[in-house]
């Protein structure tokens, strides 16, 4: 790991302005640009090495091998561990990290790497946790890996778990759109419905039930990635309208899609 930018002006004003806005007023549109914008974002994170690194004669600044960083870790209100960074010097400096800290520089796919690697003992980031505190779950990290690497989503509820439905506060009409336009091709699929779906002890998360008729996982694999980019860093789960949390949806909506023909 390389810290030659250690001393490197770092900002992301784009990132803290998407921030606000969505402090100020949570909707689609701010929460489109907030995920925009994390994406592109490179954090300062405070550590602490067992060894300080030292300038080569180049004046750069490389970790020796062997080198252990211990990177710092906040526990919030539930007990769970959660990992600060930065979007510039001056939030880190008015934190409780601003000394006996080091600083690393990482963009956000490290950050998210050492979450998902962490085997559960790091929760989540934490962007700017004593002013705007704006908070990504690691179950959000592992939901979105896992469609972006196989396009599909695995929604798992406990046993016995309360789930709760509505209708989502504010509708993501992009993503329903780009939803009609694939489904539009699908002779198998007669009506699509969404709701939003609360679980205890997890992020809410659209959930998409189809009418479909036959396999539908190649219908799920080619609408995830269609969707995701519009559902504003939401986790999107998939299931058949046939099946007992489907039935639910249908029972409390209309459909956001028809197959032509069956509109009557």
Known sequence: MDVKDIGKKIENVELVEAMHAVRENENKDTLKQLFESVVHAVFIVPAKFDQEPKPDENGKVTFQDGVKINFSLLTNEQGDKVLPCFTDYESMASSQFND????????YKQLEDLVFNSNGNISGIAMNPFTENCFISGEFIRQYRESSRTGLVQSKIKPGATVKLRTPKYQPVQMLDAAREYLADKENVDRAYIQMMEE???????????????????????????????????????????????????????????????EN
Do not use: W
């Not at 006996?100 to 963009?107: A, C, S, T």
């Not at 036959?214 to 999107?236: N, Q, R, T, W, Y």
């Open 100 to 107: 006996g800290f080091q600083r690393i520089i990482l963009p």
């Open 200 to 262: 205890q002890g997890q992020e809410d998360k659209y959930l998409v039930a189809l009418e479909v008729n036959g396999d539908e996982k190649p219908v799920f694999a080619g609408l995830i990635p269609l969707m995701k980019p519009h559902s504003f860093g939401i986790e999107v789960a998939l299931v058949r309208a046939d099946n007992m949390l489907g039935k639910k949806v249908t029972e409390v909506t209309e459909p956001f899609y028809v197959r032509a023909g069956l």
